[in-house]
C-alpha cells in the first residue's frame, strides 16, 4: 500500500512573480481556495495517511498557515459563525497528516526529495509537484492502482505538443501495455525539440521506489545547475527498474505559469 505521499514546495516560484515575491503561491486560491488544498484532497481521496511537505524558512507562511490555532480558536469563540469552524475543522484534518521538512537552498527536486530520506518507511512513496492540478478524475488513486498491478513505479504522463517538450521530463516507450499504460525505456529532462525521443511528458505525480534515495546520495547537478529527479530516475531504467507512464484521465492545469494560473481558476469555476 501506498501510504505517504511528498509535496515539494521549496522552489522559487520565479514564473509566478511578482505574486510570489512575499506570498507561496501553493497558497495562491484557485477559484477560492487555496492550490496545495486541491493536492491534498487528492491524496486523501487516493487513501494517503501521511504528508511531507518540503518547504523553505522564506515559506513558512505555508507550516502558520496550517498551523494557525489560536486565531481561529480566538474568532470562532467571537463569531460563532459555522462557515468559519467547518473550514478550521478541514485545516485540522490536514494537519494532522502534514510533517515539515526544509530545503532552504533550492538546488532541485531532487536534492528537495533528499530531506525526506529519513522519514519515508514503505518500499514506495507518492509524490506530487503542486503546480500540477489534475481536475475532474483523480490521478494519484488510478497511479496506485496501475502500482498495484504491475508491481512497479508510475508517472503521470501526456502527449505534448512537440513544440514545447523543452519545458518537460520526456521519454520513449520500450513497450505499451495498453492504451493509457507504457512501460518507459529512457527519460530526458527538458529535451530539446531535436534531442526529445517523442512526445510524452511527465506530469507531476509519481509513484518513487525507496531506493531512490540511495542513488540520490551521488546525483550530479544536471540542466541549469539543478539536481532533477528525472535524471536520478532514468539512473533506475537503467539499473532494470520498471517505470509505467500512465497517460492519466483526468484533466491537466498548469498553475505554475501566469497565464496557466489564471487559466485554472476558470476551468475549476466551470464544474
Ligand atoms: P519548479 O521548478 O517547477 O517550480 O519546481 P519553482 O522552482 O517553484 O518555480 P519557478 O520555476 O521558479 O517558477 C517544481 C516543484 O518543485 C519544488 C517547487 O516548489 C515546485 O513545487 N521545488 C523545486 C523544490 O521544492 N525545491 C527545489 O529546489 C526546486
Not at 57 to 76: A, E, G, L, P
Not at 77 to 104: A, G, T
Not at 165 to 173: D, E, K, L
Not at 246 to 252: E, P, Q
Amino acid at each position: 500500500m501506498i501510504k505517504q505521499a511528498i509535496i515539494p514546495l521549496a522552489g522559487l516560484g520565479t514564473r509566478l512573480l511578482p505574486l510570489t515575491s512575499v506570498f507561496p503561491k501553493e497558497l495562491l486560491p484557485i477559484n477560492g481556495k487555496p492550490g496545495i488544498e486541491y493536492i491534498l484532497d487528492e491524496c486523501i481521496e487516493a487513501g494517503i495517511k501521511e504528508i511531507i511537505f518540503i518547504i523553505s524558512k522564506k515559506k513558512n507562511m505555508i507550516k502558520n498557515y496550517f498551523n494557525n490555532d489560536i486565531f481561529f480558536k480566538t474568532i470562532i469563540k467571537k463569531k460563532k459563525d459555522k462557515r468559519i469552524s467547518n473550514e478550521y475543522k478541514k485545516i485540522l484534518k490536514y494537519k494532522k497528516m502534514i510533517k515539515f521538512v526544509y530545503q532552504n537552498n533550492p538546488l532541485g527536486t531532487g536534492d528537495a526529495l533528499l530531506k525526506t530520506k529519513k522519514l519515508i518507511k514503505d518500499n514506495y512513496f507518492l509524490m506530487l509537484l503542486p503546480d500540477d492540478l489534475i481536475i475532474k478524475k483523480n490521478c494519484s488513486k488510478a497511479m496506485i492502482s496501475i502500482h498495484k498491478k504491475y508491481k512497479s513505479s508510475v508517472m503521470a504522463s501526456m502527449n505534448v505538443d512537440k513544440k514545447t517538450v523543452s519545458r518537460w521530463g520526456i521519454f520513449n516507450v520500450k513497450k505499451k501495455i495498453n492504451k493509457h499504460n507504457f512501460i518507459i525505456k529512457d527519460v530526458v529532462e527538458k529535451p530539446s525539440q531535436k534531442d526529445a525521443p517523442s512526445n510524452k511528458a511527465v506530469i507531476g505525480r509519481y509513484i518513487l521506489p525507496k531506493i531512490i534515495f540511495k542513488k540520490l546520495l551521488k546525483q550530479k547537478s544536471g540542466k541549469d545547475g539543478e539536481i532533477h529527479i528525472t535524471d536520478t530516475i532514468q539512473l533506475l531504467i537503467k539499473n532494470d527498474l520498471k517505470f509505467i507512464g500512465h497517460n492519466f484521465a483526468g484533466k491537466y492545469l498548469d498553475c505554475g505559469t501566469m497565464n496557466g494560473y489564471i487559466k485554472s481558476s476558470l476551468e475549476i469555476a466551470k464544474i
